[in-house]
Nanobody, 128 residues
């Protein structure tokens, strides 16, 4: 079965950097659009970033664009989220998600409903 496992979360200072990793198994990784979402306590889950099958196309939430970079390595079945200039408002549980689709629709990429598989999440805490 499909399994997604996030790692790399932790505690960092404001302005610091952190790299999250997501290891995928049980699927043909290159057939999936991959995304990152996050959820802070008391808030709705929100879109962070998404990347197309070969990494040609990426899209970001306005709140993270210019600070975060999503990438993937299809040879390793891995997707990454490089986070820089971290802010306290970035504090959340970060989730890796996978969408088996043959079509890139921009309006779907930021919707959690479009993704079939989810990891367990990894905590990112940014101290003030």
């Amino acid at each position: 079965q499909v399994q997604l496992v996030e790692s790399g979360g932790g505690l960092v200072q404001t302005g610091g950097s952190l790299r999250l990793s997501c290891a995928a198994s049980g699927m043909t990784f290159s057939s999936y659009v991959m995304g990152w979402f996050r959820q802070a306590p008391g808030k709705e889950r929100e879109f962070v970033a998404a990347i197309s099958w070969r990494g040609v196309t990426t899209t970001y939430a306005d709140s993270v664009e210019g600070r975060f970079t999503i990438s993937r390595d299809n040879g390793k079945n891995m997707v990454y989220l490089q986070m820089s200039d971290l802010k306290p408002e970035d504090t959340a549980v970060y989730y890796c998600a996978a969408d088996l689709t043959s079509t890139w629709r921009s309006y779907e990429r930021s919707s959690s409903r479009a993704y079939e598989y989810w990891g367990q999440g990894t905590q990112v805490t940014v101290s003030s």
